[in-house]
C-alpha cells in the first residue's frame, strides 16, 4: 500500500508540474536583434581580400597585407526574424535570417547575411513559463567587406569590394518567458562556424551572437 501511495503522489505531482494544453503543433514568428562579434581573420590565409591580385604582390607588400588582415575582427548590430513550427510541445523546426553590420579593429566595415535551418529542443516544454532551449543549425552565409590595397607601404581599404559565400554551422541556448499563450520574450546567445568560398580561394572564420527576441505564438 505504501508503494501505491508513493507512485500515486509521485504521478500527482508529475501531472501538476506538466505543461496544461500543450500543443501538438504551433506556428511561432519571432524577431530578433542584438550584439555580434566576428573573427574573420582566417580570409588573410587564402588571399580572399584581394583575389585579383594577391599572390602577384611584391614580397613586402603581401607582408603589409598579411599583418592588416590580422585584424579582421570586430563587432555590431544584428537584426533578423524567424519563422518555424513547435511540433509536441518540445520541437522546433524553423528557417532564420539574420543581417549583420560591423566594424572591423583594421577599420574596415562588413556585412553579414545568414539564412539557416535549425533544430531545437525546449527542455521543459514551450507552455511552461520559463522555456530554455537548445539549437543547432546549418546554413548560407554571404560577406561584403572591401578588399585592401597597399599606399604609401601602408594597407588600407580599397573601393573594390570582395564577396564570399558559403555555409555556416550554429550551436547556441536561449531562455524565452511565455506569460500569456501567444507570446514569448527572451534572449539567445550562439556561436557559429563559417566556412567561404571566394572563387578560387576558400577562409573560414567565426562569429557569437547574443540577442534579445520577441515570438508570436499562432
Do not use: C
Amino acid at each position: 500500500m505504501k508503494k501505491l501511495a508513493m507512485l500515486l503522489g509521485t504521478l500527482t505531482v508529475l501531472g501538476a508540474a506538466a505543461p496544461a494544453g500543450a500543443s501538438v503543433f504551433e506556428i511561432y514568428i519571432r524577431g530578433d536583434g542584438g550584439f555580434e562579434y566576428l573573427d574573420m581573420t582566417a580570409l588573410d590565409y587564402a588571399g580572399a581580400m584581394n583575389p585579383a591580385n594577391y599572390s602577384s604582390l611584391p614580397t613586402s607588400e603581401q607582408e603589409i597585407i598579411d599583418n592588416a588582415t590580422k585584424d579582421y575582427h570586430g563587432e555590431g548590430w544584428m537584426a533578423g526574424g524567424s519563422a518555424g513550427i513547435l511540433l509536441l510541445d518540445f520541437i522546433d523546426l524553423g528557417i532564420d535570417f539574420r543581417q549583420s553590420g560591423l566594424s572591423f579593429d583594421n577599420g574596415a566595415s562588413a556585412d553579414l547575411t545568414q539564412l539557416v535551418l535549425h533544430l531545437a529542443w525546449h527542455i521543459l516544454g514551450t507552455e511552461m513559463i520559463v522555456d530554455p532551449s537548445l539549437l543547432l543549425g546549418f546554413g548560407y552565409s554571404y560577406l561584403t567587406t572591401p578588399g585592401l590595397e597597399v599606399v604609401a607601404g601602408a594597407a588600407t581599404p580599397s573601393g573594390a569590394e570582395v564577396t564570399t559565400n558559403g555555409f555556416i554551422g550554429r550551436a547556441g541556448a536561449a531562455v524565452d518567458f511565455r506569460f500569456i499563450s501567444w507570446m514569448s520574450a527572451g534572449v539567445a546567445v550562439d556561436f557559429s562556424f563559417l566556412y567561404f568560398d571566394a572563387g578560387a580561394s576558400t577562409s573560414w572564420g567565426f562569429n557569437t551572437d547574443i540577442l534579445g527576441r520577441i515570438s508570436f505564438h499562432i
